[in-house]
């Protein structure tokens, strides 16, 4: 028996709710009709254990997965009049490291990423659309704590824009490869007037349509 499931990431913007799903396809065998002996019970439940083992170790995966050295996502999500840009990657892929700032000269990276990641005109130009940026956050202030033991960085940030005319929105131009060259591959996946898609760029700049 085919099941597939929805798994929803939500997120709030202001008032706007906005919900990008993906979709997890797997294979279940149907059980045996009811009258389950206690043997068939347990040897149930032990599946089901087993089950609830193999999700958290595709759990830990993907979470590893989403922490490469050379990777990035961008995720665009538009609903009625708001777009939304959330980028994410690994803090060595724009920073050159992972730490706290030990030097002049990784303190003066920080201050000048921080800046880039601040300047969504020189990471992407909208096409169509009308749509005007009114608000920009980052985690990168906030990267490393005094205590902070953790290895693994990841800086996050947000782009939020106002369309004038979204139906007219029509494609973006990426320049994060060329902000951040250290960065290989950047997926990109988009819900956009009602379609959605997905690409994968490794060159320096490129085009995603929407139509």
């Known amino acids: 028996m085919n099941t597939i499931i929805s798994t929803c990431s939500i ?49 830990d995966t993907e979470h590893h997965e989403a922490h490469v050295h050379g990777e990035a996502v961008l995720q665009l999500i538009q609903e009625d009049s708001e777009l939304l840009l959330t980028f994410n990657s690994a803090a060595g892929n724009l920073l050159g490291f992972e730490h706290a700032p030990q030097t002049e ?18 990471l992407f130009q909208l096409i169509g659309g009308e749509c005007r940026l009114y608000e920009q956050q980052s985690n990168s202030q906030k990267l ?31 320049k994060l490869m060329t902000a951040f060259p250290a960065l290989e591959t950047l997926d990109i996946e988009w819900i956009i007037a009602g379609r959605q898609g997905t690409r994968s760029l490794n060159h320096q700049n490129g085009t995603i349509s929407f139509k």
């Open 105 to 122: 000269e990784q303190q003066q990276k920080m201050v000048e990423t921080e800046k880039q990641l601040g300047n969504a005109s020189t």
């Open 11 to 59: 997120k709030t913007a202001g008032k706007l709710l906005l919900a990008l799903c993906y979709l997890l396809s797997f294979t279940a065998h149907a059980l045996d009709n009811p009258g389950h002996d206690h043997k068939h019970q347990h040897e149930h439940t032990h599946k089901e254990h087993k089950h609830e083992e193999h999700e958290h170790q595709e759990h």
């Open 144 to 174: 490393f704590g005094e205590h902070d033991k953790e290895q693994h960085k990841n800086i996050n940030s947000e782009y939020h824009f106002h369309c004038h005319k979204p139906e007219t929105l029509d494609s973006i131009q990426i």
